[in-house]
């Protein structure tokens, strides 16, 4: 029975590895058009008789409203190219920001620190396709003054722009931009954020209700072609909770659907309704970041269907956001404004946790999730010892080293704890014999043997169990820090990509040879197997037996930075289970005989 289990198990583990693999590189299907038109609800600031905006009271919590549409609106339409725009650039040392005049807004921003493709001068270009200019009123929430009105340009120098435009005679709208001059000292602002005011002025004798509009995030694309979209979202902090809206919520899940979880057909865009102390449009190494002086209204999600990689048959699929911002009614004469930061740039956990400048929890765009503690560590102590000079996959190692001599003592304790189960085995066995028939008494028996011995039932798995944490934390970390991209170790070109370095025909389809994945995998059955094990028969002990393939597949397609940790931990753990397994063995305690007349526990050890 046991090897029937054992090949049905490692059945089922082939089957999932060979869909994992398949289902990375399938085409998504194609969209299907929405049967039907929900109308949505009308805007709270609206006009009020005599000409008067009424004030909105603010939410109390965020509300995801999802809005069908006619099947033209699935994705958000991009931006054609007008040759005749005025381009204005803002540059330091860290960023290229392109403005246009038309919507008087950001085009897109270069990363001078991050070039777009390994071993090429290119800058990645953030916003480099998209449906409006960064920050650019969005085309439905305030006509007149989007991304096809011409701003003009009153002043312009390397650090700063100012626009201007009329709207309807009536109002005028000056939008300036600046960023940190090069060379200057980044302890209390960021090269990477500009700073964005908009000035409305009433032109008129009358007062003007200006309506709710909408300032766009800007476009987040997939990293390259291989990018699954895992962490294309947008983002937003209520002041008192932080959450977000990734592109799959957006897709269409049939299946989920029938249970309640998701929409059968796919949404053309999530609106939240929630106060906005920050809204973010990000991917997975790359966010855009809008910090309004007062919080926003509510973000407004929708998907973009983006050109093809080069050598992609299918169209990327990106996200785009924007802020609902609300302005008062303008009196005769008067001016009202508002100011904005801006961060553009790379998701670098060390930069966004700077209190000093990000006072609104921006590092939570790092989407760490439930392990954030473990990530925000993990991440601390790399950048440190990376600091020292020391490379990218060096940090790491040396991390994994600083961990296992940490958590030295539990592991010995729990080595030992192991040791001692596997000696007491005989008399394990005599207890099941001896009490086969009455459970209750073999269990109690049982636990005063272990409290005797000072045995730890599973302690040969405690060694394991105890890096799982770290590991999700690791994970967690690796697959959203900017830093590891395109860094190099041994044969790995990229940390933050899986290290393939070759490819297998099979049939149909051609399996990457990934080397950290299958040595992690390795290193984990050595592991297991140097430990000592208790030799009861269990379901827990078959479910340990197959935790190296199940965490060998869900490493393979991965960041192989992740399975780069996971070898070295096992390496340093094989190492350190040599040493245990040739100490001295501590003597056994003798199981105590009950007292005279007593009814306790008898001493079950063999004679030998």
């Not at 006009?47 to 008067?52: A, K």
């Not at 003009?152 to 309807?168: G, L, N, Y």
């Not at 302005?327 to 553009?344: H, I, Q, R, V």
Request: aromatic share 10%; with cysteine.
């Amino acid at each position: 029975m046991d090897k029937k289990n054992t090949l049905i198990g490692v059945g089922f583990l082939l089957a999932a590895f060979a869909a994992f693999i398949i289902t990375a590189k399938q085409t998504p299907p194609p969209v299907q058009p929405p049967a039907t038109t929900q109308p949505v609800a009308s805007n709270p600031s609206a006009p009020g008789p005599e000409g008067t905006t009424p004030a909105a009271p603010a939410p109390a919590a965020a509300v995801p409203v999802l809005t069908a549409a006619p099947a033209n609106t699935t994705f958000a339409a991009l931006a054609k190219q007008d040759e005749t725009a005025r381009v204005i650039t803002l540059s330091n040392d860290f960023i290229e920001a392109r403005l246009t005049d038309f919507g008087g807004a950001i085009k897109n921003v270069a990363l001078k620190k991050y070039p777009a493709v390994k071993g090429k001068p290119e800058p990645f270009v953030i916003n480099e396709t998209h449906t409006d200019p960064m920050l650019a009123f969005t085309q439905d929430s305030f006509p007149g003054l989007g991304r096809s009105t011409r701003y003009e340009v009153v002043s312009q120098d390397a650090t700063k722009v100012v626009f201007r435009a009329i709207w309807e005679n009536r109002i005028e709208v000056t939008r300036t931009y600046s960023i940190l001059p090069a060379g200057s000292p980044t302890d209390k602002a960021d090269p990477y954020q500009l700073r964005h005011e908009i000035a409305f002025r009433n032109l008129t004798d009358q007062t003007v209700a200006l309506p709710r509009f909408a300032l766009s995030l800007g476009t987040a694309a997939p990293v390259n072609a291989d990018d699954h979209g895992l962490y294309l979202a947008t983002g937003y902090n209520t002041g008192s909770d932080i959450d977000f809206v990734k592109r799959s919520k957006l897709e269409a899940s049939p299946f989920l659907s029938t249970f309640g979880m998701g929409s059968p057909t796919p949404l053309p865009l999530i609106e939240t309704v929630a106060p906005v102390v920050w809204g973010s449009v990000e991917n997975q190494f790359f966010a855009s970041i809008l910090t309004a002086d007062q919080p926003g209204r509510g973000l407004t999600t929708r998907r973009v269907e983006l050109p093809a990689f080069p050598g992609s048959p299918i169209a990327a699929i990106g996200v785009t956001g924007a802020v609902s911002i609300e302005t008062p009614a303008l009196a005769p004469g008067a001016e009202s404004k508002l100011g904005f930061d801006f961060y553009t740039g790379p998701k670098e956990y060390s930069r966004l946790s700077n209190a000093d400048i990000f006072k609104h929890d921006q590092d939570k765009v790092m989407q760490f999730g439930i392990f954030k503690w473990f990530s925000q560590a993990l991440v601390s102590i790399m950048s440190t010892i990376h600091k020292w000079g020391i490379s990218w996959g060096w940090s790491i190692v040396l991390t994994t080293l600083f961990l296992k001599i940490i958590f030295l003592p539990l592991t010995l304790s729990a080595s030992k704890s192991a040791k001692r189960m596997q000696k007491i085995q005989p008399e394990m066995q005599a207890l099941r014999e001896k009490y086969k028939d009455n459970p209750r008494k073999m269990q109690e028996a049982t636990m005063e043997i272990f409290k005797t011995h000072r045995v730890n039932p599973v302690g040969g798995c405690l060694p394991i169990l105890i890096t799982i944490p770290f590991f999700m934390g690791f994970f967690s970390m690796l697959q959203s820090t900017a830093e590891l991209r395109f860094a190099e170790f041994l044969w790995a070109s990229d940390l933050s990509m899986p290290d393939t370095v070759a490819r297998i025909p099979l049939g149909f389809m051609t399996l990457p040879l990934n080397i950290f994945p299958i040595l992690m995998g390795v290193t984990m059955i050595v592991q297991m197997r140097l430990t000592p094990q208790p030799s009861i028969d269990n379901a827990q002990a078959k479910m340990f037996k197959f935790m190296p393939y199940i965490f060998a597949i869900f490493c393979y397609n991965f960041s192989c930075a992740l399975a780069l940790y996971s070898t070295v931990n096992g390496l340093f753990t094989i190492g350190q289970q040599l040493i245990i397994n040739r100490m001295k063995d501590e003597p056994l305690a003798p199981v105590p005989v009950a007292a005279k007349g007593g009814k306790g526990m008898k001493n079950v050890t063999p004679k030998k």
